[in-house]
């Protein structure tokens, strides 16, 4: 296995509370503290570790966003990814960007630089969308694997064992091929001071989509983004038969 391509998106940190912007169009994001996808990180570590292993000879990260994307291409690049791929987009025009998008740029990528193994996280947290792994091996009409918690070489490809709902559940694919990483697949490393210091000589390309073909036009319009709805507060009954009484009244038995 030569190389690995690995998505990584930057998002609105996991700490943050997100807020939805007055005229309902999105979510607040600007001056909202930003960090890679927690699956990415993910993502990353077991592509850094094939190479520990020696199963893969190079990792490559991709981020697709605005100016600021190309942070957390240096983040992974202090944690071990050999060079970067900046798929430039303005802000404007990356808000309606979608994973079929960003599925057709991560497929380009793939071919162009001979990637035997695209490795993504199971979903970005700040969309949920759980989409664009299954989209690039669509697009590329390789062989998927999501939901990753363990990846084993073999000398006919790989095998991979997947959450799923109740269990594991454990296939054979070859290579080349899509994976995702699971939140269980690996424990990522910190990034160090010196790693963060030499990630900054490593090299970072930057292309935009329109180098790489891929028309960005939105399919889907969105209507309106909304805060889910305040949760009611609960009371409090002085017995059973006081909360079967309560419970018929609201109908719920
Ligand atoms: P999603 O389908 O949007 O939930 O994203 C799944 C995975 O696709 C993420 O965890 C990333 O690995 C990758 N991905 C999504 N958007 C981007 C992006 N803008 N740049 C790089 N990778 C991305």
Known sequence: MARVLVGVKRVIDYAVKVRVKPDKT???TQGVKH???????????EAVKMKEKKLATEVIAVSVGPAQSAEVIRTAMAMGAD????????????????P????????????DEKADLVILGKQAIDDDANQTAQMTAAVLDWPQGTFCNKIEKTDAGLTISREIDGGLETIKTKIPAVLSADLRLNTPRYA??????????????????????????????????????????????????????????????
């Not at 060079?83 to 979608?98: F, K, M, S, T």
């Not at 998008?101 to 071919?111: F, R, V």
Request: proline share 7%; no cysteine.
């Open 35 to 45: 960090s890679m996808n927690p699956f990415d990180e993910i993502a990353v570590e």
């Open 83 to 98: 060079r970067g791929i900046h798929v430039e987009v303005p802000v404007a025009e990356y808000e309606l960007l979608q």
């Open 26 to 28: 999105g979510v607040v």
């Open 192 to 253: 160090t001071l010196p790693n963060i210091m030499k990630a900054k000589k490593k090299p970072l390309k930057k292309v935009t989509a329109k180098d790489l073909g891929v028309d960005t036009t939105p399919r889907i319009d969105i209507i309106s983004v909304e805060d889910p709805p305040v949760r009611q507060a609960g009371a409090t009954v002085a017995d059973v038969d006081a909360l079967v009484a309560k419970l018929k009244e609201g109908g719920h038995i």
């Open 100 to 111: 079929i998008h960003i599925s057709k740029i991560l497929a380009k990528l793939a071919l």
